[in-house]
């Protein structure tokens, strides 16, 4: 009798823990931008479905969206200080840390965010940036579709960027408003809004994307199309958390992540420019400007001193503008 009542005993003490060795392993991930972004519905939240169905449930990846774990500011600290186990971020905001990965910021190499997308992710994937990643375990990167100017003084041309206060995301951007005689602001995306209503800026060197998902037409009226380089995002992971993963998880993460994903997220990259455009586009009181292909040669012109500078400061600079430059080559003969 006694020893029937110590086995239930151990049983029940056993029992909690074999429940607990089965909990599934949670995985964290940053992503500032709201969660009407189509980033979170078009791209992670699906890829996180996949993680967990893919695993059998043995990990789950929580999506913390709005800045409520990591804002575009700090993502990269929170993911290298184990605060994230993932992260979404811009690169451009991040100064130097990723020169190299800039070089879709340039001006003048026109290209849809699709190849933009593979492009910079081939320029990580056969080494030519990757030491810029050697804290981190990239999952993906992603490219919007090329970067315009939205604003709330009339803004029709590239001349008329003269005296403006630019927001910028990149220290690319802000060399492109400084040649264009406007004063550079770095601010976050999140940012862009209060900074418009309140007349901080004057206008935001950003894409038709950023339009949509920060609600920009309701403090801006003019937006001007012109290929000023193209913004760029990155997803990266925690080396250690990445390394805790069992065998079979890690086999999952590799097999959804690189040039998959990258893909996914340039597919919703490319979904939130669309609805930035349709928002303006033909709208009462909105004007779109899109620079006529004539412009172009006066732009290129005008920006050469920016690629020769980012050209001299860029370690291997010259490999890399003509490694990214042979890629989109590649990805423009195979559409």
């Known amino acids: 009798m006694k020893y029937g009542i110590w086995a239930a005993v151990a049983v029940a003490v056993v029992a909690p823990s074999a429940a607990g060795a089965a909990e599934p392993i949670t995985l964290k991930l940053g992503f500032p931008p709201p ?41 990269y600290d929170r993911v290298l200080n184990e605060v994230a186990d993932i992260v979404f971020g811009l690169h451009g905001i991040l100064g130097k840390t990723f020169q190299k990965s800039t070089v879709s910021a340039l001006p003048g190499f026109p290209a849809t965010g699709a190849q933009c997308t593979a492009a910079l992710w081939q320029l990580y994937a056969t080494g030519v940036i990757a030491d810029e990643y050697e804290k981190v375990h990239p999952l993906a990167f992603s490219c919007f579709p090329p970067t315009g100017i939205v604003s709330h003084r009339p803004l029709r041309s590239i001349d008329e960027v003269k005296g403006l206060k630019v927001s910028v995301t990149s220290r690319v951007y802000g060399q492109e408003v400084e040649i264009l005689g406007g004063a550079p602001i770095t601010l976050a995306t999140t940012e862009l809004y209060q900074a418009l209503q309140r007349g901080t800026v004057d206008a935001a060197m950003v894409g038709m994307a950023a339009v949509a998902a920060y609600k920009l037409p309701e403090v801006a009226n003019y937006y001007l199309d012109a290929p000023f380089g193209q913004t760029t995002e990155y997803l990266l992971m925690n080396k250690q958390s990445y390394a805790k993963l069992p065998a079979a998880a890690r086999k999952v ?48 012109a005008a920006m ?9 400061e860029t370690p291997d600079g010259a490999r890399v503008l003509a490694a990214y430059k042979a890629e989109l080559t590649k990805q423009s003969a195979e559409k």
């Open 35 to 75: 969660p009407v972004s189509n980033f979170y519905g078009g791209a992670l939240v699906p890829w996180s479905q996949q993680i967990e169905k893919s695993t059998g449930g043995e990990v789950k990846v929580q999506i913390f969206p709005g800045g409520v774990l990591a804002d575009h500011r700090n993502a």
């Open 253 to 300: 993460f590799d097999d959804t992540t690189g040039a998959s994903l990258s893909a996914l997220l340039s597919k919703a990259a490319k979904e939130e420019n669309d609805m930035g455009l349709r928002l303006v586009e033909g709208v009462q009181g909105k004007t779109l400007t899109k620079m006529r292909d004539g412009d172009l040669p006066k732009l290129r």
């Open 304 to 312: 050469q001193p920016l690629v020769d500078q980012w050209l001299k």
